[in-house]
C-alpha cells in the first residue's frame, strides 16, 4: 500500500473581500484519480481548493482557498506520503495588495499588478527525499516541449499532458510522459476510465517499480 498526496480543484486568490483570481478546474480528474487509488487498496490525502464535487469518504480531505495554503497544507503531509499526484490548476498569480474593501466603480480602468504564487508541485519537488512526483501540464501550444520543461523544474517522474478543454469537463484527453520524453501512454474517454489508465502506469512505474 502506498500513501498518495493529491492535490485537487483550483485555488482563489483574492482581490477584495468578494472578488477573486481562479480558474475553470472541478476538482473531477482529482476525485476520479483518488477513486482509482483507493480502488487498489491505497491510502489517499486529498489537498483540494475550492470545488463542488464529492470527494470519496475512504479519502482524507483538506480543504483551502488559496496558492498558499495549498502549499502549506500539502508541506504539512508530504513527507509522511509516498508520493504526489500534482493534479490540482494552483493560480498562478495574486494580486500585491489585497483591497480590504469591496473595490468600487470608478468609471476608469482598474489597473491590477500582481506577483507570481509559489509553485506547489516544484516547492515540494525540491524538498523530497524517497518519494515519487506525478504532474499535470495543461498547455495551449509545443504541449510536449513545455511538459518537458516542467518535468525537469518540478522533479517530476511523470508528466501528465493535457490542454484547455480538459476544464470543467466530464472527459479528458492525456498523454504520459517520462522524464525522457518518450509518450508512455494516450488515454482519452471519461475522466473516471482516464484515471484508472494513469494510474495504472503509476502502479507500474513508481509504486511497483517496473519498466
Not at 155 to 175: F, I, K, R, Y
Not at 185 to 192: F, I, N, V, Y
Request: with cysteine; glycine share 8%.
Amino acid at each position: 500500500m502506498a500513501r498518495i498526496l493529491i492535490t485537487s480543484g483550483p485555488t482563489r486568490q483574492y482581490l477584495d473581500p468578494v472578488r477573486y483570481l481562479t480558474n475553470a478546474s472541478s476538482g473531477r480528474m482529482g476525485k476520479a484519480l483518488a477513486e482509482a487509488a483507493l480502488e487498489l487498496g491505497h491510502e489517499v490525502t486529498i489537498v483540494s481548493g475550492p470545488v463542488d464535487v464529492v470527494y470519496p469518504p475512504a479519502a482524507r480531505v483538506i480543504p483551502v482557498v488559496s496558492t498558499e495554503d495549498m502549499l502549506a497544507a500539502s508541506q504539512q503531509v508530504f513527507g509522511d506520503c509516498d508520493g504526489l499526484i500534482g493534479v490540482a490548476a494552483p493560480s498562478d498569480y495574486r494580486p500585491v495588495m489585497v483591497a480590504p474593501n469591496k473595490i468600487a466603480k470608478t468609471g476608469e480602468p482598474l489597473v491590477l499588478h500582481l506577483v507570481e504564487t509559489a509553485d506547489v508541485v516544484a516547492t515540494l519537488g525540491a524538498s523530497k527525499t524517497r518519494q515519487w512526483l506525478v504532474g499535470f501540464a495543461l498547455e495551449t501550444e509545443d504541449h510536449r516541449l513545455r511538459a518537458l520543461a516542467k518535468a525537469e523544474k518540478k522533479h517530476c517522474d511523470l508528466m501528465v499532458l493535457n490542454g484547455p478543454e480538459a476544464m470543467h469537463s466530464t472527459s479528458n484527453n492525456v498523454e504520459i510522459m517520462d522524464r525522457a520524453g518518450n509518450v508512455l501512454e494516450a488515454l482519452s474517454g471519461p475522466k473516471e476510465e482516464v484515471a484508472r489508465g494513469i494510474f495504472a502506469v503509476i502502479e507500474r512505474r513508481l509504486i511497483r517499480g517496473l519498466a
